[in-house]
């Protein structure tokens, strides 16, 4: 079973969204299971303090090595560890697929100014970026990040092949979808959609997607067909049908 553990200063924030929808039916089926542990039971002054000035001086705290490697030490490392940090790798499809397939995942939330870097040089952590923004802390790249997991346990999403066709896992982002009603507000669904015929279904499914991927994220499309991709902002999609 899939089994993941949350450190971090604010426990109650879990199971939170996980606990709802796919997920939270996941975990009362018991396919993963999920436990937090509170960082500050592993400090050693009678204030219970997690954090301190940062060295050298400037703004706000920085959380003590000493308290974290304690915390993280207590859960162990037989599974990945990350950190939720700006300061990672960029969190990709790829990696959480990795994740899930293993036994777990440990992640330990950062707070305040960030972690005391000796942590990672005295630690085999794994620090992890969801996105270039800073958020208030942590636990909701924790969420994203255990939600990005858990889609994927067998029995979790329903079909196996739900996920196959969705944006990143083949590298680019997916095709646009439609549903009825079949006109809205003057809008049609695309009469390819409507043809019956799976074959052109599935051409035009894979040229909206690369179209799509090459217009909204150039940075995906070259790294996927290694053609770098120039200003988007002249090119338009244009119509299924007079193209072919």
């Known amino acids: 079973m899939f089994a993941a553990t949350v450190l971090t200063l604010y426990p109650e924030m879990f199971p939170g969204p996980l606990g709802l929808s796919l997920a939270g039916r996941g975990l009362r089926e018991e396919r993963w299971s999920l436990e937090t542990v509170q960082i500050r039971d592993f400090a050693t002054d009678r204030h219970r303090s997690v954090d301190d000035t940062p060295a050298g ?3 706000g705290m920085v959380l003590r090595a000493d308290v974290l490697a304690a915390a993280c030490d207590h859960v162990g490392y037989d599974r990945p560890m990350l950190a939720m940090t700006p300061r990672g790798a960029p969190l990709t499809q790829a990696r959480v ?5 293993g036994p777990g995942v440990s992640i330990l939330c950062g707070r305040f100014e960030g972690f005391d870097e000796r942590l990672f040089e005295g630690r085999s952590i794994e620090p992890v970026s969801i996105g270039d923004y800073v958020l208030s802390g942590g636990e909701m790249g924790a969420l994203v990040t255990l939600d990005a997991c858990v889609r994927l346990i067998p029995g979790v999403m329903g079909a196996a092949s739900s996920g196959d066709e969705e944006s990143f896992e083949s590298g680019i982002l997916e095709y646009p979808q439609y549903t009825r009603p079949v ?10 959609l409507r043809s019956g015929d799976h074959a052109r279904i599935a051409a035009w499914r894979k040229h909206m997607a690369e179209t799509d991927t090459r217009l909204r994220r150039p940075d995906l499309w070259e790294r996927h067909s290694g053609v770098r991709v120039g200003s988007p902002s002249g ?3 244009k119509d299924w049908d007079e193209q072919t």
């Open 57 to 59: 001086g400037g703004a």
């Open 183 to 192: 006109e809205w507000e003057g809008r049609t669904i695309p009469e390819v």
């Open 97 to 101: 697929r990795e994740l899930a397939a």
């Open 235 to 237: 090119a338009q999609r």
